[in-house]
């Protein structure tokens, strides 16, 4: 049996995160993920929008993955490739070269990223229709705001013309 380990936050899951748990699977037999717990997301300076349990449900529905254990530290990789006796150890490729000297332990392989998806490119989109969202609001609260001080200027002119007439009836 060859087992696959992979590490990740794997925050917003979408198809880029289920191409390459599909691709690692396809590697070996067993795949185990690092899912990057809250805390060690913000020693990296990353804030996920789900929490750890969270991600750690949406990983473990994955028909792709095995098993799921949390990654608390940059330094425990090799502990773990050797407590789950894996045989492979991947990443995407813009980890490239940095878990080489994992080589003695294990086998490790960098995939290829899923093109024009990622976590960053949702985060940046949502970001970008919130920002859409709140001007279109803004422009219809000026419009309504508009509309209302057109209204009241009305209503003032109907009075002076209401004021004039009864002026005009009660002399007559």
Known sequence: MTTVI????????HVGHVRLLKRL????DRLVVGCSTDEFNAIKGKKAVLSYAQRVEVLQ??????SV?????????????????????????????????LG?????????????????????????????????AKAAA???????GKMESANESNAAQTGGLLKMVSAA
């Open 6 to 13: 992979t590490y990740g936050t794997f925050d917003l899951f």
């Open 25 to 28: 699977k396809d590697l070996g």
């Open 61 to 66: 529905s994955c028909r792709y993955v095995d």
């Open 69 to 101: 254990f949390p990654e608390n530290h940059w330094d425990q990789k090799r502990a773990d490739i050797l407590r789950e006796k894996a045989d492979i150890f991947s990443m995407g490729d813009d980890w490239l070269g940095k878990f080489d000297h």
């Open 104 to 136: 003695d332990v294990c086998r490790v392989v960098y995939l290829t990223r899923t093109e024009n998806i990622s976590t960053t490119d949702i985060r940046h989109f949502v970001k970008i229709s919130r920002q859409d969202e709140v001007r279109r």
């Open 142 to 148: 000026q419009h309504l705001v508009d509309m209302i």
